[in-house]
């Protein structure tokens, strides 16, 4: 019996210390409590600590930032646009003991973000044009050969800057900041993520885009349809140029060749006029006559001359 009174208190010592030991790490935080009642500072230096075994918990709380996705909302422009707006923020627990006290855990403090976060966010674009929120300055936009002609004249791609994106969003930092302070809660940073239309503007949005779009391919294809009418029409006249340069070039050569030839028939002839006259004759019968031709000649004509002398 002395033997297991012995290993119950050993037993016992040993979970009375476990329960007294605990261990911070580099990335938390933590809060003892007592009866549901903080107790002492929030200890914040890694390393092991000991509490009141049984009576005290901890409460560990990231000390590293955190990431805040706001759901998107649809919120109306100064100028009238209906636009979904989708924000996110870093923040992280700055102060664990009014942390604890004011929202308990990270769940609710997630939620009083989403609240205060997504108010300012609706306030501070409630009150400036759709301009302002998509572009952070009036930089001249740089016209590309393709979009030559579209209209950018549009409250959506042109105008004034007087904030731009990143002030806006500063804004917004600004505003919630002190807010969130008040629950423990430091922000570091709210930017937007995404700035889309709502269904019922998108389209239209979308429409006019695919008209523009149709309007420089027309533009292009009436371009280049002009641009082959001009090429087909240089290509006629270079081959017009090359036709009737070869046809002088061919008379010129036929003029000479039929000039030679008559010099050469005029020398045959000086030379041997008879002989001439026999071959020219020759060469007419052969032309004129076939094997089946029947000829009516007068005995004194030229033609039946040589006809005349073969029998």
Do not use: C
Request: cysteine-free; glycine content about 6%; aromatic content about 8%.
């Amino acid at each position: 019996m002395k033997s297991l009174g012995l290993g119950a208190a050993i037993v016992l010592g040993l979970l009375t210390l476990a329960s007294s030991l605990y261990t911070i790490s580099e990335t938390e935080q933590v809060i003892i409590t007592q009866f549901g009642e903080p107790v002492g500072a929030a200890r914040t230096e890694p390393g092991l600590y000991m509490k009141v075994p049984f009576i005290q918990q901890i409460h560990t709380f990231e000390k590293r930032w955190l990431e805040w996705s706001g759901d998107p909302n649809q919120i109306p422009t100064k100028d009238k646009k209906y636009i979904w707006v989708d924000t996110y923020t870093r923040w992280r627990v700055k102060d664990p003991l009014l942390f604890y006290q004011r929202v308990r855990d990270e769940r609710s403090a997630q939620s009083r973000l989403d609240d205060i976060v997504d108010g300012d966010t609706r306030n501070v674009i409630a009150n400036n044009d759709l301009i302002e929120v998509v572009r952070s300055s009036d930089r001249p936009f740089e016209e590309t050969e393709e979009d030559a002609g579209i209209d950018t004249s549009a409250a959506e791609v042109a105008g004034k800057i007087a904030m731009g994106r990143n002030k806006i969003t500063r804004a917004i930092l600004e505003m919630s900041r002190p807010i969130v302070a008040e629950f423990g809660i430091e922000l570091v940073d709210v930017q937007i993520r995404r700035v889309n239309y709502v269904t019922e503007v998108q389209q239209k949005v979308f429409d006019r885009m695919v008209s523009e779009r149709r309007r420089i391919a027309e533009r292009s294809r009436s371009e280049g349809q002009g641009k082959a009418a001009e090429i087909r029409g240089q290509k006629e006249r270079e081959l017009k140029g090359i036709q009737s340069e070869a046809y002088r070039k061919a008379q010129e050569i036929m003029g000479k060749a039929d000039g030679e030839s008559t010099r050469i028939y005029a020398e045959a002839y000086g030379r041997d006029p008879e002989l001439y006259q026999f071959l020219k004759t020759m060469e007419t019968y052969r032309k004129t006559m076939a094997a089946d031709t029947t000829l009516i000649l007068s005995t004194d004509g030229e033609f039946f001359k040589y006809l005349k002398q073969s029998r």
